[in-house]
């Protein structure tokens, strides 16, 4: 039997907490911090979760705790330990370890350097062009020759902040001052893309791909895609309307393995998941970006489709195997339960109060608990309900039906997840 850490607090931990647990080969699931919500039992493989108070940045305290605890995997959540090389302190106590290198990871962390290898690798994406903080008259000389709609995104990790889309280009130099001028940052601008967005997940070790799925994130705060950007308010796997596997097979051919090589060429070899963004165009599919983890929330209903052992399936792909895994063929919905305010100021410490017989369906994010009650709110995107179905509209209608029985004051959450879809006859 095996112990395994995930690195990370929210609702997409909660998720590879409860995944590793099912797996037979597990006898218990670490996770630093984690968070309240992942302790409370809901069926007998959540027992085996256990939240230890180390921070995901704690290169030095992890290690030593995987060392102690004779961790036999570690799946590593947010971005930020990435970028701070937690793989590569692993890697050189010879601990297994799920997640690309802080070299790899600046697929993500780095828009310049992302852009840079797509461009090398001959992937379809926005055309584009990289300025220094220092080079705001270029920038105005650039955009001035636009004409078309521009999208602005400053470099280095920014959690989804730092991307400005200007449909017009009436504001785009205030925009440009603000970033090079007032917070001294690079900056990226590059083409708008239009079409529907949607985001391909694989793990990559070295050659090895092992496609896992399709899934849509909803970003933005409000209905009708209104309102400013968000982690994510709510998800859904497969996407209607997409051949997955066709979809997967052409996002390798013409992204992925393109993607390798070109990152062999600079001697990187990337291990863990490749979270590709997609724009699908009237040209066909283009990389808007890449991360270098698994995104929050598509996880939380990707992994639920998942039928093989996850423990078995991160073996595998660090033991670089051929491999195909299993998905459920039908939806998985997830709405995101946040606090008014969310993504700007928010009130904290709501008591929750969710039935019994839905806790086997929710993913806690920004919660913790309190002398008064088992569990209050803490974070913007407190929880995720998520439903897994064949019809989009029936399971819609089952996943609001319960989310009104989930009680938090001062919350919200987006009305129509999967409603485009329906409306389509997806
Ligand atoms: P990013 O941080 O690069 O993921 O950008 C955040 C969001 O901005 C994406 O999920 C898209 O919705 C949007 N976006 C980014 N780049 C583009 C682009 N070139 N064209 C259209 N939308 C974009
Ligand atoms: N849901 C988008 C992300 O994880 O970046």
Redesign the pocket.
């Known amino acids: 039997m095996n112990k395994v850490l995930v690195i990370g607090s929210g609702g997409r931990e909660h998720a590879l907490a409860l995944k590793l647990a099912e797996s037979k080969q597990v006898s218990q699931v670490f996770v630093a911090p984690g968070n309240a919500g992942m302790e409370l039992a809901i069926n007998p493989s959540a027992h085996k979760i256990q939240c230890i108070d180390i921070s995901a940045v704690d290169k030095e305290a992890l290690v030593e705790f995987a060392r102690k605890e004779d961790i036999q995997l570690t799946v590593v959540g947010p971005e930020t330990s990435l970028a701070i090389g937690l793989v590569d302190a692993f890697r050189q106590h010879d601990l297994a370890i799920v997640g690309p290198s802080q070299s790899a990871a600046r697929l993500e962390s780095s828009?310049t350097f992302a852009k840079d290898i797509l461009t090398k690798a001959k992937v379809p994406t926005?055309e584009y062009r990289a300025f220094k903080a220092n080079e705001f008259d270029q920038a105005i000389a650039f955009v001035r020759q636009q004409n078309s709609?521009l999208?602005v995104?400053e470099d280095g990790l920014?959690a989804?902040k730092?991307?400005y889309?200007h449909h017009h280009l009436d504001d785009i130099e205030n925009n440009l001052s603000y970033i090079m001028k007032d917070l001294n940052h690079d900056l990226v601008i590059?083409?708008?893309?239009?079409g529907e967005?949607l985001s391909y997940f694989s793990l990559l070790n070295g050659d090895h791909i092992i496609p896992l799925a399709l899934a849509q994130?909803y970003?933005r705060a409000f209905d009708d895609d209104k309102g400013p950007?968000t982690g994510g308010m709510g998800s859904i796997s497969p996407v209607p309307g997409y051949d997955e596997e066709a979809l997967m097979e052409e996002c390798n051919q013409i992204i992925v393995r393109p993607l390798i090589q070109a990152l062999k060429a600079e001697g990187i070899s990337y291990t863990g998941i490749l979270y590709t963004?997609l724009?699908m165009t009237k040209d066909g599919p283009k990389v808007?970006?890449f991360?270098a983890r698994f995104g929050d929330p598509e996880t939380q209903v990707v992994l639920e489709r998942i039928v093989d052992d996850f423990y078995h399936l991160l073996q595998v792909h660090l033991n670089q195997e051929i491999y195909q895994v299993t998905l459920k063929p039908e939806y998985c919905l997830g709405v995101v339960v946040a606090a008014l305010g969310y993504p700007g100021t928010y009130p904290k410490g709501m008591p929750i109060q969710i039935p019994e017989n839905l806790l086997a369906q929710v993913r806690f994010a920004g919660v913790k608990s309190s002398p008064d009650y088992p569990l209050i709110s803490q974070g913007g995107r407190i929880l995720m309900l998520i439903q897994s179905g064949d019809q989009l509209d029936n399971l819609s209608q089952e996943i609001y039906q319960k989310l009104n029985q989930i009680q938090i004051n001062q919350t919200y959450y987006r009305k129509d997840i999967a409603q485009k879809h329906i409306k389509k006859g997806d």
């Not at 590059?190 to 239009?194: I, K, N, P, S, T």
Request: aromatic fraction near 0%; hydrophobic fraction near 40%; charged fraction near 40%.
């Open positions: 828009k926005a709609g999208v995104k920014a989804g730092g991307v889309i590059e083409e708008l893309l239009e967005e994130d970003k950007n963004g724009m808007i970006e991360n």
